[in-house]
């Protein structure tokens, strides 16, 4: 592990005001209090969350660049994030979102490596240091990383090796770092840590790989830990009778937390989407309903005991896992004033819960088409088809994957719907907006996982069957009612999204796309306002922030090189991949 930083003396400048210039990063970012992260929505020059509040809403009250004047939006400076000398994949999977803490930027590349990065000047983005954990780039084919946190003065980063680092935010030097993951195949790949009042959350993501998802409390100023919870229950615990083999599959049964959570300070509850039960495909092999896969999971923050979970696509055999973001908001709904955890589901659905009791309120489809089910059950939001009594779910007849049986078309695609890039929330129209994959795929429980979960080798996904595309897949942005979860809105865009959106003050909606393209559209009716291709494959979602007065809308590109709708989109195929930051503003 090794921090660079920019060289604290230049030889051979002759104007002092150029050296002022180049050195000018003196004034340094507030300290991020908890008091802060509270109110986040109330600084929104910076952005100081992953999904820049406790709320998930990845909405800004900033309005300088509106639909009037969008079209104005001009590149005000790039900044490549590095990590090239690991691997041919580059700075990996760029997936997250940057933060800021006035004029200070800070983000993660693919490996880890946390950039801090002055902006000040709004014409470039000036390195001050580079922290590298040192990550051995054998231990990931695709290394990604979702988000970093920032508290007190340390910018907190999770690792592909299942370390927590705290890195000191003026130096660049470690302050602290546990190892939090312990078992073989766990790992930190997904959403960054959540930051509360003296503790940081951060969740293992690599269940799909046959490990148990779980989340973890850390104590924020010397890495103890407080709580570890565990999202698929051991046996003697509610919910494992859920797991109702003879073989232990619960022991690499999945559930991983692969976005970041939110936090709801009125009831002290923290909730975070869980990943899907494993093997994915072969249903068989985990009978039941595979508790808390799939679900919506709240847990005390002090503690991490479950207060309630909802799940939304029981014994799921599609890989419809529900680890996006929960969107908290407070809205009228037939007359009554309710507190919402609103959520488009994976599975092709939006749902309305109390987020207090995990209670269904409302839900309707969003995607074009949907085969799985007929629908919800509007008093339970529990699929239709769904039978408590059976363990092996079959919600329309003929639908489920079966060993030995034909492989059987499933809509939504694999990937979703919505998957785990961030969804946003416009309070002032009442929309949420979701970007999404629309198409289908097939699926067949197949090969020697099915028989022997010990063939799955520590790296491998344990998939326990295989999966094809042979039909056009297309990409949406839906904006939903939240009052009624009906369709308010929708676009169809010929790439499937991978990235996320960004909601403003200014009515409109930001989002990166496959095939390079960064665009601005209307919040209301979902016209395209403003829009430039930039060459790279877009995975991350957009931010916005502000420095003396100026508005800013950032984005990291980086990913190509790996095509995830074979078949279905072949223009991806030879885009190359990349490792950058581009910053605009008018």
Known sequence: MKTNKLASGVV???????????????????????????NAENEPQNWLHVHSNYSSTRFSKLSQINANTVGNLRLAFSVALGGTQKSWIGGGTLQGTPLVNDGDLYVANGWGETYKIDVRSGRRGTIRWIMDPGVDPTEADLPNNRGIALWGNNVFTGTLDGRLIATDADSGEVAWEKQVATDTGEAFTGGGPLALKDSILIGQSWGD????????????????????????????????????????????????????????????LTLWGTGNPVPMFDPEFRPGDNLYSDSTV??????????????????????????????????????????????????????????????????????????????????TGMPLGYDSSKLLQEYIPGSAPRRGKPAIDACPHLQGGVNFWPTAYNPILNIAYGASFEGCFAVVPSGDQIEDPNSVAPGDIFLGGDWSVNKRVYGSITGI???????????????????????????????????????A??????????????????????????????????????????????????????????????????
Do not use: C
Request: proline share 4%; glycine share 14%; no cysteine.
């Open 12 to 38: 051979g400048l002759a104007a002092g005001g150029l050296m002022a210039a180049l050195f000018s990063s003196t004034v340094l970012g507030a300290e991020v209090t908890y008091d802060r992260l509270l």
């Open 298 to 379: 709240a847990m005390d923050a002090d503690t991490g005991e479950i207060a309630w979970y909802f799940q939304y696509t029981p014994g799921d055999y599609l890989d419809y896992d529900e680890v996006g973001s929960h969107l908290l908001y407070d809205v009228e709904i037939n007359g009554e004033s309710r507190k919402v955890l609103g959520h488009f589901g994976r599975n092709g659905f939006y749902y309305n819960l109390d987020r207090n009791s995990g209670a269904f309120i409302n839900g309707g489809q969003y995607l074009v088409e949907v085969n799985w089910t007929e629908g919800l059950d509007p008093k």
């Open 209 to 268: 790989n046959g490990t148990r998802g779980w989340l973890a409390s850390i104590d924020a100023n010397n890495g103890d830990e407080n709580w570890r919870t565990q999202m698929i229950p051991d046996p003697g615990e509610p919910g494992h009778e859920t797991w109702a083999d003879d073989h232990g599959a619960y022991k690499t049964g999945g559930a991983s937390l692969w976005a970041t959570g939110s936090f709801d300070p009125e009831s002290n």
């Open 481 to 519: 009612d939240v009052r009624t979860s009906e369709i308010a809105t929708k676009g169809i865009h010929p790439f499937p999204h991978y990235g996320g959106v960004l909601a403003t003050a200014g009515n409109l909606v930001f989002a990166g796309h496959m095939d390079g393209t960064f665009a």
């Open 521 to 586: 559209y209307d919040a209301v009716s979902m016209a395209e306002l403003w829009s430039i291709n930039l060459g790279g494959t877009f995975k991350a979602p957009p931010m916005t922030y502000s420095v003396d007065g100026q508005q800013y809308v950032a984005i990291l590109m980086g990913g190509g090189g790996v095509n995830l709708v074979p078949l279905a989109a072949p223009e991806l195929d030879n885009i190359q991949n990349s490792s950058m930051m581009f910053v605009f503003s008018l």
